[in-house]
């Protein structure tokens, strides 16, 4: 597997003083999925999000690139510490043109080296499976237009999806979704 040394920035939570490191990237035969501290990411795809990979596991939102020679890595407005994957530090420091680290910037870190391939195959490849036999082109028709029966599977529907979705902006999307169709049900009663 290719590997190469990157910048990482955890966005999910943060604006831009997440937690930061530069560490041995490895990458799958395809390319399309990213190894670092045993997470596994995946490019986003849009300009609408704050980063430009995901942690397929937890759905948080990463800034990945390559270091820069300038050790200007971190955004403008950005601060913290960069944590320094300690088996690459002679690398970096050749990559950078420096004699040794600046602490006061830098700190060195272990990380997990394990490559979660089988647990990421497993969350990739689940089957999705029919809930029931509404249909779900239903959910386009005004909260006021769904029987009871259809909120409560789409109340359950979004509930999935804002804790299980891909990107945190779709799972808030779904999660104000849900809670319109819950004041709804209420409302009914």
């Known amino acids: 597997m290719k590997s190469q040394i990157k910048y990482l920035e955890l966005k999910s939570g ?24 045993g997470k596994a990411f995946q490019r986003i795809g849009s300009d609408r ?39 690459i530090l002679g690398d970096y420091l050749h990559i950078v043109n420096q004699k040794e680290l600046d602490t006061r910037l830098y700190e060195l870190v272990e990380v997990n080296v394990e490559i979660p391939i089988l647990r990421v195959n497993e ?7 029919t809930r029931t036999h509404i249909d779900e082109n239903r959910q386009k028709l005004a909260r006021t237009e769904l029987s ?39 409302n009914r009663k």
């Open 148 to 186: 009871l029966e259809e909120l409560d599977y789409f109340i359950e529907l979004y509930k999935e999806d804002s804790i299980n979705g891909r990107y945190l902006k779709g799972r808030k999307w779904s999660r104000n979704l849900m809670n319109e169709l819950i004041v709804e049900r209420a």
């Open 14 to 37: 943060f604006s831009n003083d997440g937690p930061a490191w530069i560490g041995l990237v490895v990458f799958s035969k395809t390319g399309k999925t990213l190894y670092f501290d």
């Open 123 to 129: 969350i990739e490849n689940q089957k999705v499976v």
């Open 49 to 87: 999000m704050n980063g430009n990979f995901y942690d397929i596991e937890s759905g948080d939102e990463y800034w990945i690139s390559g270091v820069k020679k300038n050790q200007q890595d971190r955004h403008n407005f950005g601060k913290g510490l960069v944590y320094v994957e300690k088996r």
